[in-house]
């Protein structure tokens, strides 16, 4: 796992969500801060 802490997708690998499904879903309260 890659945590990147500067990249949006070190959120995404920190959290390690099925794909990018979760990370599309605004239902998590992570995502939106990328988005």
Not at 19 to 24: A, L
């Amino acid at each position: 796992v890659n945590l990147s802490p500067t990249s949006s997708s070190g959120v995404n690998l920190q959290m390690e969500p099925p794909s990018n499904q979760i990370y599309t879903s605004s239902d998590t309260p992570w995502p939106q801060e990328d988005r």
